[in-house]
Nanobody, 126 residues
């Protein structure tokens, strides 16, 4: 069964860090583009970062550039999102998702993805 499971969310103070994990089962993450998305209450889901299949090319939303880093551990079949210098506006439920088509360059549009995890809550507050 194809499955994505996020973990690593929590409550952190402004300026703090968290690392989110997206573990895959039933398929090989390296063969598909993987995206991280977030959705805050009352707002649309937005793309945060993504990593392409194979060559590992990455993309970031302007709002997180220089603060977030996406990476992939093929041995663990897991994609990570390292989040530093967190701000209250980063508060949201974070989701990872997989592109249904093999070997594509990643995109930050959630319409491109059809396999989603259950989400993990990130709250940035003092």
């Amino acid at each position: 069964q194809l499955q994505l499971v996020e973990s690593g969310g929590g409550l952190v103070q402004p300026g703090g860090s968290l690392r989110l994990s997206c573990a895959a089962s039933g398929f090989t993450l390296n063969d598909y583009a993987i995206g991280w998305f977030r959705q805050a209450p009352g707002k649309e889901r937005e793309g945060v970062s993504c990593i392409s299949s194979r060559n590992g090319g990455t993309d970031y939303a302007d709002s997180v550039k220089g603060r977030f880093t996406i990476s992939r551990d093929n041995a663990k079949n897991t994609v990570y999102l390292q989040m530093n210098s967190l701000k209250p506006e980063d508060t949201a439920v974070y989701y990872c998702a997989a592109d249904p088509i093999l070997f594509r360059r990643c995109r930050l549009s959630f319409h491109e993805y059809n396999k989603w995890g259950q989400g993990t809550q990130v709250t940035v507050s003092s």
